[in-house]
């Protein structure tokens, strides 16, 4: 009777500490989340969205264009219709056109090297930036 008394008590032992192991983990898991998994437990911040010209810009770069031109006028004011028809007319070989920042700078996404087309004529009206490696 006695041995039967303790088999009980050691298999309701085994149990009870069994849940609580596994109570023990979920609870630990579900506190710290995947995210805490990293080096030292400690979980990093998720980076800002990028917006504006940044997101604008990494747009075009997901074109996996050779080249990538930002175009503005050199007053500083928003691009015009007649800006814009200029651009069209003088880089025809701009494959992507996205304007940023309200209108004041054109990102053109293009495979052509614009240095042997008309780059030197778009330069008399506008500030040219190459971003085609950054």
Not at 6 to 28: D, E, H, P, Q, R
Not at 74 to 86: C, T
């Amino acid at each position: 009777m006695m041995l039967r008394k303790f088999c009980l008590n050691s298999l309701a032992a085994l149990a009870l500490l069994s849940v609580g192991i596994l109570f023990a983990s979920c609870t630990k898991e579900n506190r710290n989340g995947p995210a805490a998994s990293g080096p030292g437990g400690a979980a990093s911040p998720a980076p800002s969205p990028k917006t504006g010209f940044e997101a604008d810009l990494e747009f075009v770069r997901k074109g996996q264009y050779t080249y990538i031109w930002v175009f503005s006028r050199k007053d500083g004011k928003p691009l015009d219709a007649s800006d814009a028809a200029y651009l069209r007319a003088n880089a025809p070989q701009v494959v992507d056109w996205i304007i940023s920042e309200e209108g004041k700078r054109a990102i053109a996404g293009t495979n052509f090297d614009l240095e042997r087309g008309n780059l030197g004529l778009l330069r008399k009206r506008f500030n040219v930036a190459d971003y085609t490696s950054e």
